[in-house]
């Protein structure tokens, strides 16, 4: 008894730290993140309008959740900044927007998301 209570609580405490050395997989200044979760985002219900439903069963895990990224970021800096920004006209169309940058390795470098969102989901 006293064995495998030390062993589950041995794993329990490398699995909490192997979780802890990881780095976070949503950084706010990873432009390059934004701008591929935003692509997911648009391939995702643009596929649905081509194919109905049947986009949700040929979507991964991970790109619904680089596209929820993308859909929560944009939602919640509009929601945030309605003031400085204006009315918004919809997630869809920001994110095309974002998706359709060509940045340089070096311009997502310089760029933080937050930039990015400023300019592009931000009606002036």
């Given at each position: 008894m006293k064995a495998s209570c030390l062993f589950l609580l041995i794993t329990l405490f490398l699995a909490s730290n192997s979780a802890f050395s990881k780095e976070a997989p949503f950084q706010l200044k990873d432009s390059a993140f934004l701008i591929q979760s935003c692509g997911e985002a648009i391939e995702i219900f643009a596929s649905q309008e081509k194919t109905g439903y049947l986009a949700a069963y040929r979507t991964s895990l991970s790109e619904a959740m680089r596209a929820g990224y993308c859909i929560g970021v944009i939602e919640h800096f509009t929601e945030v900044y309605?003031?400085?920004c204006?009315?918004?006209?919809g997630w869809f169309e920001h994110?095309?927007?974002i998706a359709s940058l060509e940045l340089t390795q070096q311009e997502l470098a310089q760029t933080d998301a937050h930039r990015l969102l400023e300019e592009y989901v931000c009606v002036q």
């Open positions: 309605v003031e400085y204006g009315r918004s006209s994110a095309k927007s």
